[in-house]
């Protein structure tokens, strides 16, 4: 797990410096996750592991935003994964966590999927400039400077000029991650949960929409093992 790079940005970690290795970026997670209400400290958890599979199912993705906010560590306010392609696409991804203990694990799947994409149309369809601007400053922040940092610095700041009027950017991929802690042994109907994301594919509204489902039993089991490996 390259947790350096997930936090900081490939741009930080460049730089060797030790507050930006594994250890000392362990500690700072933690130390933004302790004052957390119990449901923060879920979507915290569940957005780490989505950092981490990711880049495993869909290797040719390069992620362009940081764990950690720039400047404050309160939750981040804009979108909450950006990745591009080889071509430069965009991927922008909502990661949707949940502790909710029903038996029919597939409809709190379909649920979070649901969340996530009504999230997403609001964010990144209708007037936003301040979440364009947070998108500019993520990847500034988080990139080794290169012409693929320029270029998708470009494509960023055309979206960013365009978000004063409503402007449907239907050149946008989206990911959403369903994170679920839940102990029943249940296994998700993939095909029912394909249906969901086909209704929304058919509204057209993005170039593209991937949904994953993470399910471990508990968040605590994680962030039981973070404390073990930052000591």
């Known amino acids: 797990m390259d947790l350096s790079s997930i936090c900081h940005g490939s741009l930080k970690k460049q730089r060797n410096q030790k507050i930006y290795s594994y250890k000392p970026t362990l500690n700072e997670f933690l130390k933004r996750y302790d004052d957390k209400s119990k449901d923060t400290k879920a979507g ?13 199912i869909f290797p040719n993705l390069k992620v362009a935003s ?18 591009f392609d080889e071509k430069i696409h965009t991927w922008l991804t909502e990661v949707k966590s949940t502790n909710s203990q029903m038996s029919d694990i597939t409809k709190i799947s379909k649920g979070l999927l649901g969340l996530g994409y009504r ?28 012409d693929t940092k320029d270029a998708f610095l470009k494509i960023l ?41 086909g209704k929304y594919e058919n509204e057209k509204k ?26």
């Open 44 to 56: 915290m958890i569940g957005e780490l592991l989505t950092h981490i599979v990711i880049p495993t």
């Open 66 to 83: 940081p764990l950690f906010n720039l400047e404050e560590t309160s939750v981040k306010k804009g979108f909450d994964i950006i990745y």
């Open 119 to 146: 999230d997403l149309k609001k964010r990144a369809l209708k007037k936003n400039q301040t979440i364009w601007h947070n998108a500019v400053n993520s990847a500034t922040s988080a990139l080794i400077q290169n």
């Open 157 to 197: 700041d055309d979206y960013l000029n365009n978000s004063t009027s409503i402007n449907v950017k239907n050149d946008l991929n989206i990911i959403i991650s369903g994170v679920i802690f839940n102990k029943i042994k249940n296994n998700i109907n993939i095909d029912k949960v394909s249906l969901r994301r």
């Open 206 to 231: 993005f170039q593209a929409i991937v949904s994953i489902t993470i399910k471990k039993k508990v968040f605590r089991e994680i962030e039981k093992f973070l404390r073990e490996e930052s000591r």
